[in-house]
């Protein structure tokens, strides 16, 4: 069981930046890879970044690419998602989730365990 908590959302002006946070619970951390997803209103929840277990590979998601970078820090059991020239398209909850395969998933599906999310309002 792993519980995840994310922090560091919050209102921005559009090309400002945030960096949220995300921490797990328990000892297993590193056997979990990390992904972030987003949800707007009215849309479906998409996803946004995935690390894998050490940090070594990364993935995006062609909407934020060049802007947000994922990274993890196994020791402090946290995956962070730094994001960079914010747009208001950016405006969403942001769920961190972690993944107990290997597999790169990039559906909702493919996670075991989610957080509750964090508001990011970019304005115009």
């Known amino acids: 069981q792993v519980q995840l908590v994310e922090s560091g959302g919050g209102l921005v002006q559009a090309g400002g930046s945030l960096t949220l946070s995300c921490a797990a619970s328990?000892?297993?951390?590193?056997?979990?890879?990390m992904g972030w997803f987003r949800q707007a209103p009215g849309k479906e929840r998409e996803f946004v970044a995935r690390?894998?277990?050490?940090?070594?590979?990364?993935y995006y998601a062609d909407s934020v690419k060049g802007r947000f970078t994922i990274s993890r820090d196994n020791a402090k059991n946290t995956v962070y998602l730094q994001m960079n020239s914010l747009k208001p398209e950016d405006t969403a909850v942001y769920h961190c989730?972690?993944?107990?395969?290997?597999?790169?998933?990039?559906?909702?599906?493919?996670?075991?365990?989610w957080g509750q999310g964090t508001q990011v309002t970019v304005s115009s």
């Open positions: 690390i894998s277990r050490i940090g070594g590979s990364t």
């Open positions: 989730a972690a993944d107990r395969t290997v597999v790169v998933h990039t559906h909702t599906e493919g996670y075991d365990y």
């Open positions: 328990g000892r297993t951390f590193s056997r979990y890879a």
